[in-house]
Nanobody, 124 residues
């Protein structure tokens, strides 16, 4: 059974930083691909970042230069390093994973497993 558990969310002021973590159990991060999504109130969930089994990454245009996605396969953990946070980054952030298939890193339909989310709130 695959479980994804996110942590690291919180409330910060604009310009601040946070690091989100997602610990995977029952899922080998070196054999599948993973991603981060977010959903703000009243909006659809959107892809933020993705990473392949080999470590190739993809980022949403609006977070390039501010967010970095990485993973530690030995710890089965996915990370999202967020810097220079803006109020528009406020959302529930979700970790997602898939064993394979076509890699469409920012597409919800590419992922099979989802975490429960961690809230990020950025105040101006």
């Amino acid at each position: 059974q695959v479980q994804l558990v996110e942590s690291g969310g919180g409330s910060v002021e604009a310009g601040g930083s946070l690091v989100l973590s997602c610990v995977a159990s029952g899922f080998n991060t070196s054999r599948g691909f993973m991603g981060w999504f977010r959903q703000a109130p009243g909006k659809q969930r959107e892809g933020v970042a993705g990473i392949t089994r080999s470590g190739a990454t993809s980022l949403r245009e609006s977070v390039k230069g501010r967010f970095t996605v990485s993973k530690d396969d030995a710890k089965s953990t996915l990370f999202l390093h967020m810097e220079n946070l803006k109020p528009e980054d406020t959302a529930m952030y979700y970790c997602a994973a898939s064993w394979g298939g076509l890699w469409r890193p920012l597409s919800e339909s590419a992922y099979t497993f989802w975490g429960q989310g961690t809230q990020v709130t950025v105040s101006s």
